[in-house]
Nanobody
Framework: QVQLVESGGGLVQPGGSLRLSCAAS????????MGWYRQAPGKQRELVAR???????NYADSVKGRFTISRDNAKNTVYLEMNSLKPEDTAVYYC???????????????WGQGTQVVVSS
């Protein structure tokens, strides 16, 4: 079974930094786009950043210039470097990836279990 496991969340003061990681495991043939979404209490889940297998990226306007997404294809891992954090960045952050595994003949979309980020003084 394919799994996405996030790590790196926690409590940080405004202006601080955090680095999230998400590792994909299982019988993986290939991973296409990978990304990070977040969901704050009472709000819908929203895209934070996404990166293609070729390294092209796109970001939510609210995080441009502060967050950086990257990936290590050899490790099947995607990262989110978050700088200049604001209280409004508080949310559960979810990893997402389009993965082709040996279990299925087509690419499927997978979600991680989420990691909590709290920005507060």
């Amino acid at each position: 079974q394919v799994q996405l496991v996030e790590s790196g969340g926690g409590l940080v003061q405004p202006g601080g930094s955090l680095r999230l990681s998400c590792a994909a495991s299982g019988s993986i043939v290939s991973i296409n786009a990978m990304g990070w979404y977040r969901q704050a209490p009472g709000k819908q889940r929203e895209l934070v950043a996404r990166i293609t297998i070729g390294g092209s990226t796109n970001y939510a306007d609210s995080v441009k210039g502060r967050f950086t997404i990257s990936r290590d294809n050899a490790k099947n891992t995607v990262y989110l470097e978050m700088n200049s954090l604001k209280p409004e960045d508080t949310a559960v952050y979810y990893c997402n990836a389009d993965i082709r595994s040996s279990y299925f003949s087509t690419t499927l979309n997978y979600w991680g279990q989420g990691t909590q980020v709290v920005v507060s003084s």
